[in-house]
């Protein structure tokens, strides 16, 4: 279900102090996330909607791109030149349904970026897309990757978003995107004003992503991304819950 921030009615400010209650960090369960019931998803909602409507822009053209359940994401067309446009993809998994789409839908130049998937086949890379094992940090370094899918322990490269941009020539971003189970959290939080892309459409996690954080997402550090977006001016056209449960949810941005 898609809630289009405009249309939610503001709600009082009392998510900070129940933060600990519903996500607490003692919890180091892989993975955890309120029960289900009415009082959670109550609360939760009102995390997303409060957000939403005090960062709320509108947009005239929006799109989806790629599929409906999880890996697709709303796209906000009103400044995008087609056939020339660049999009980052952080995090792929070998999914390139997203590329694919944005390739068909868009025309854009594809440049996705994982370095949690292990040696990369030519083969498994589809035309159009250019594949990178590299992840976005806040500095050039290798590091100890965390992964799910076998690789976790070993080392990975990462680069910072202006760093990459210059390797590749690119003076700007039109869309970045991103599902890479909270590290989009350092991925925002060393975001520059040169280098911020124009728009960007990612997925949150409040709760303990693959057991990698051993615990849930706190209230600062909520707080602080929504901060830093706003600080460099972007604004919220669109938000979504996903399939995979109450602690996700994908968000669309744009200066």
């Not at 080392?155 to 869309?175: A, S």
Request: hydrophobic residues 35%; proline residues 4%; aromatic residues 10%.
């Amino acid at each position: 279900m898609i809630f289009m921030c405009g249309k939610i009615r503001p709600w009082a400010n009392e998510v900070e102090t129940q933060w600990e209650a519903f996500l607490p960090s003692t919890e180091s369960t892989p993975n955890y996330c309120p029960k289900n019931d009415q009082i959670a998803r109550h609360w939760i909602n009102k995390l997303y909607s409060s957000t939403a409507i005090r960062l709320y822009s509108a947009c005239r053209q929006l799109i989806r791109v790629g599929s409906d359940g999880d890996g697709g994401k709303l796209v906000c067309t009103d400044n995008i030149n087609k056939e020339n446009c660049v999009i980052y993809s952080l995090g792929s998994r070998l999914d390139f349904s997203f590329e694919i789409a944005s390739i068909k839908e868009l025309g854009c130049e594809l440049h996705t970026f994982d370095c949690t998937v292990g040696e990369v086949k030519g083969s498994d890379i589809p035309d159009g897309v250019h594949f990178y094992p590299w992840c976005v940090g806040g500095k050039s370094e290798r590091k100890v990757i965390s992964s799910d899918l076998g690789h976790t322990g070993e080392m990975g490269q990462y680069y910072p978003i202006h760093e990459i941009m210059r390797k590749l020539g690119h003076e700007r971003i039109d869309i970045l995107k991103m599902d890479i189970e909270r590290h989009e959290l350092a991925v925002i939080r060393n975001l520059k004003r040169r280098s911020a892309p124009s728009q960007v459409v990612f997925e949150t996690h409040l709760h303990n992503a693959y057991g990698l954080w051993n615990r849930p997402m706190t209230h600062k550090e909520w707080d602080n991304m929504w901060k830093k977006l706003a600080k460099l001016g972007y604004r919220i056209f669109s938000f979504e819950t996903t399939p995979t449960g109450l602690c996700c949810s994908e968000w669309s941005i744009k200066m």
